[in-house]
């Protein structure tokens, strides 16, 4: 996932979802009874795929397909993260702060060793330096830690949003360079 780029599936990436049968492909009925597709359904043959009366090559199989950028819920279970972790903002705000985030199970497996001998009610004090939407505070609960004490510099408002909304006990302490100041303390 990466917050990158423009237009659609940019960021996200595009998906390809196939149908043998274009007349089972969910559809709209129109007030005049006629089917209209939510999604173009595009025809993939002998390697090309034709999108506005342009050919492409694309290496999927010969078929009709269903092209779509992915919703927010496959980009939450993409950085393993809980479905609806970032509800709190719109979709936009949430493909980017999933994409700036970091997979949660990966950093899970990195802290499992490194606090493998801590006691899962021992307080522990956490600074995190450029927080984004939390993933750490979610990472510490996930593994069983009980008294934790998570200390977040972020700017964004909706990474912010997104971190208060599920850990409203994170202390948030906005820019980052504060800590540049000689009367600077935790």
Known sequence: ISTHGGGKGSNTGLYAVTTDNIETVECEITTDGSRKNANPIYEVKDGKITIKNKKYPIKLPDGYYIIRKLTVKECCRLQTMPDDY??????????????NGWTAEAIIHILSN??????????????????????????????????VEYHAYEIDKYAIKVAMSNYPDIIQYGDAFALRNDNWSL
């Open 86 to 99: 970032c509800r709190a903002v719109s979709n936009s705000q949430a493909y980017k702060g999933l994409g």
């Open 114 to 147: 490194a606090l493998k001998n801590v006691p899962k009610d021992e307080k522990i004090v956490v600074l995190s330096m450029y927080d984004g939407i939390g993933t750490g505070r979610y990472c510490l609960d996930k593994m069983g830690f009980t008294n």
